[in-house]
Nanobody
Framework: EVQLVESGGGLVQTGGSLRLSCVAS????????IGWFRQAPGKEREGVSC???????YYSDSVKGRFAISMDNTKKTVNLQMNTLKPEDTAVYYC????????????WGRGTQVTVSS
């Protein structure tokens, strides 16, 4: 059974930083792409960033230059360093996984709340 467990959310002031972590189990890490999504109240879920085992990364325009995703294959952990946070970054952040070559995100964590105060 695949499990994704997020941690690191919290309350931070505008301009501050947070580091989210996603620990994966029950999957062959190198076969998957791990991504971060977020959903704010009343809004649709949006993709934030993702990373493949060979180090390729993607960032949405809204976070490019502020967020950095990284992967630790030995620990099966994907981190999302979030800098220069803005109130509009407030959301529940979810970790997700999909097989390389697939377009379907099949496994999801329960999410971690990030709140940026103005």
């Amino acid at each position: 059974e695949v499990q994704l467990v997020e941690s690191g959310g919290g309350l931070v002031q505008t301009g501050g930083s947070l580091r989210l972590s996603c620990v994966a189990s029950g999957l062959t890490f190198n076969d998957y792409i791990i991504g971060w999504f977020r959903q704010a109240p009343g809004k649709e879920r949006e993709g934030v960033s993702c990373i493949s085992s060979d180090g390729r990364t993607y960032y949405s325009d809204s976070v490019k230059g502020r967020f950095a995703i990284s992967m630790d294959n030995t620990k099966k952990t994907v981190n999302l360093q979030m800098n220069t946070l803005k109130p509009e970054d407030t959301a529940v952040y979810y970790c997700a996984a999909r097989l390389q070559g697939s377009t379907v995100w099949t496994d999801w964590g329960r999410g971690t709340q990030v709140t940026v105060s103005s």
